[in-house]
């Protein structure tokens, strides 16, 4: 069974630019989580996500940030004219129903604004 | 709101020696899940041991285990038997006692094993 997977894995963006970051849970999960690290810093929660609904967007930034995950296809977390203070790693995690929130990672796309 | 805290930013310990990372959380909820997880220098998260609050009894696993306390909102890791392969960034997390939920992580203890 595949873990949570992301790609890319490393994503360099002029100011301006676009970032779309992908995410595919684990084969049977359906609740997707983006998170973002910034260096030096612990994980801070963004947007949870089922097929097709955002359940919770409390911490996502108010503009530039949007995420979905349709029906079909991974869960995309994008990023509009993005700026220096972007530059981060974000994380996906996935998780059944019914498991006591217990989360799994990916591996994280550390993005880089030039 | 909930809030973790931990409040060593750093921690050594010798090989097979034991070490205690320190967390404590702030809530009203009664019922709540807290967990350890553990970032090497590759970036995965990976998840160490879970505590239900509900359960008095303190999770273990092989080497990990927590002393989890309620009442001072307190919840430490203690690795024994150290092992060079343990040296990471550890991260306290808390989410509500719902199936799905975001995790609120603390700021992480990075933890150095010497030989």
């Known amino acids: 069974n595949a873990g949570v997977m992301q790609n890319p894995r490393h994503l360099v963006r002029r100011r301006g630019q676009e970032a779309r970051l992908r995410c595919s849970p684990m084969k049977g999960h359906s609740h997707v989580y983006w998170y973002r690290q910034l260096p030096e810093e612990g994980l801070k929660f963004m947007v949870y996500l089922q097929k097709e609904n955002i359940i919770d967007e409390s911490g996502m930034p108010k503009e530039r940030f949007s995420a979905e995950f349709p029906k079909e296809g991974p869960s995309i977390l994008r990023i509009q004219q993005v700026v220096r203070g972007d530059s981060a790693a974000y994380f996906c995690?996935?998780?059944?129903?019914?498991?006591?929130?217990?989360?799994?990672f990916g591996p994280g796309t550390r993005l880089t604004v030039l | 709101a909930q809030t973790v805290t931990q409040s060593q930013p750093e921690m050594s310990v010798q090989e097979a020696e034991t070490v205690t990372l320190s967390c404590t959380y702030d809530t009203s909820e009664s019922d709540y899940y807290l967990f350890w997880y553990k970032q090497p220098p590759s970036r995965q998260m990976i998840l160490v041991i879970r505590q239900e609050a509900y359960k008095q009894q303190n999770a273990t696993e092989n080497r990990f285990s927590v002393n989890f306390q309620k009442a001072a909102k307190s919840f430490s890791l203690k690795i024994s038997d150290s092992q060079l392969g343990d040296a990471a960034m550890y991260f306290c997390a808390y989410s509500r006692a719902y199936n799905t939920d975001k995790l609120i992580f603390g700021t992480g203890t990075r933890l150095q094993v010497f030989p």
């Open positions: 995690a996935s998780s059944l129903t019914g498991a006591y929130n217990e989360q799994f």
